[in-house]
Nanobody
Framework: EVQLQASGGGLVQPGGSLRLSCAASGFNFDDYAIAWFRQAPGKEREGVSCISSSDGSTLYADSVKGRFTISRDGAKNMVYLQMNSLKPEDAVVYYC?????????????????WGQGTQVTVSS
């Protein structure tokens, strides 16, 4: 059974940090690009960051460049999103997703598997 399990969301003050984790199982993790998307109520799903399977190259949305860092651990089938300098506008639900396209894209229709969301709340 294919599973992507996102975790690590929570409440943080503006300027604070969180690390999201995505645990993958049931498919050949090394063959998939893994991305984080986020979605606010009533808005379109937005690509946040992606890490390829081929060469570990990364992709970031302009809104998070310099603040977020994505990484993957092939030995553990895990992908992490380190989020620093969090802003109130980062407070939405985050999803991890896997694509057989080894190179990164933010076209969410190209992702085969999705995890459940994890809520990030940024508030003082």
């Amino acid at each position: 059974e294919v599973q992507l399990q996102a975790s690590g969301g929570g409440l943080v003050q503006p300027g604070g940090s969180l690390r999201l984790s995505c645990a993958a199982s049931g498919f050949n993790f090394d063959d998939y690009a893994i991305a984080w998307f986020r979605q606010a109520p009533g808005k379109e799903r937005e690509g946040v960051s992606c890490i390829s399977s081929s060469d570990g190259s990364t992709l970031y949305a302009d809104s998070v460049k310099g603040r977020f860092t994505i990484s993957r651990d092939g030995a553990k089938n895990m992908v992490y999103l380190q989020m620093n300098s969090l802003k109130p506008e980062d407070a939405v639900v985050y999803y991890c997703a896997a694509s057989t396209r080894k190179l990164c894209t933010f076209r969410y229709t190209l992702y085969d598997y999705w995890g459940q969301g994890t809520q990030v709340t940024v508030s003082s």
